[in-house]
């Protein structure tokens, strides 16, 4: 079983470019989550999704950030415009839905850099 | 609200010796809690969880934690350290059925 992908795996943009990231999951995992870590801090939740709906996206640092999951399969994670302090590593996370035991299995993470 | 404090930055061990990395938690619930490991450039692969069944949890390669609600503590140890453990350890607590918070982490260097 194929697990959580991500791409690209590293990104270099200038600051006011673009950039967006994609993530697909587990295949028949419902939740898909986001989650990023800046230099030299702890790994933070951005968002949430269950299938195409947003649950939570509380993390989110602010409007330059739009995440996307149509059709409830892969999800995108755009940036613009990117700024300096977006640089960091972008981390992918899927669990299905009613086990019960809250596990989300990680991908290997875009790491991002603004210049 | 829910935090995870991972007491040590970097453990350095001599290949063959016990491993301790040492977890305290806070949370208003019931937790979940989960040691993850991200070898480089690879993604974070779960070791072990907790939730709320037996307090002492075993994981994979020899891993284990034990749930001490007393001290808030969440402790992984493993008896006899692989050059393989090399590694970097996060401590993440949910007390909610989705968001995870995530230690800081903790930089295991394995000695020959």
């Known amino acids: 079983e194929a697990g959580v992908t991500q791409f690209p795996s590293h990104s270099v943009i200038e600051k006011g470019q673009t950039v967006t990231l994609r993530c697909d999951p587990i295949?028949?995992?419902?939740?898909l989550y986001w989650y990023r870590r800046v230099m030299g801090k702890e790994i933070k939740f951005l968002l949430h999704?269950?299938?195409?709906?947003?649950?939570?996206e509380s993390g989110m640092p602010n409007n330059r950030f739009l995440a996307e999951r149509t059709g409830g399969t892969y999800s995108t994670l755009k940036v613009q415009p990117a700024e300096l302090e977006d640089s960091g590593v972008y981390f992918c996370?899927?669990?299905?839905?009613?086990?019960?035991?809250?596990?989300?299995?990680f991908g290997p993470g875009t790491r991002l850099t603004v210049t | 609200a829910q935090s995870v404090t991972q007491l040590d930055s970097h453990v350095s061990v001599s290949e063959g010796t016990p491993v301790l990395l040492r977890c305290n938690y806070s949370?208003?619930?019931?937790?979940?809690l989960f040691w993850y490991v991200q070898h480089p450039n690879k993604g974070l692969q779960l070791l072990l969880k907790?939730?709320?069944?037996?307090?002492l949890v075993k994981g994979i390669n020899g891993f284990e934690a034990e749930f001490k609600k007393s001290e808030t503590s969440f402790h992984l140890t493993k008896p006899s350290a692989h050059m393989s453990d090399a590694a970097e350890y996060f401590c993440?607590?949910?007390?909610?059925?989705?968001?995870?918070?995530f230690g800081a982490g903790t930089t295991v260097t394995v000695r020959a």
């Open positions: 993440v607590v949910s007390d909610q059925d989705y968001k995870l918070s």
């Open positions: 907790y939730t709320s069944a037996a307090t």
């Open positions: 996370a899927s669990s299905q839905v009613g086990t019960g035991s809250y596990e989300q299995y």
């Open positions: 999704f269950v299938k195409e709906s947003k649950q939570d």
């Open positions: 949370s208003s619930y019931s937790p979940s």
């Open positions: 295949s028949g995992h419902d939740n």
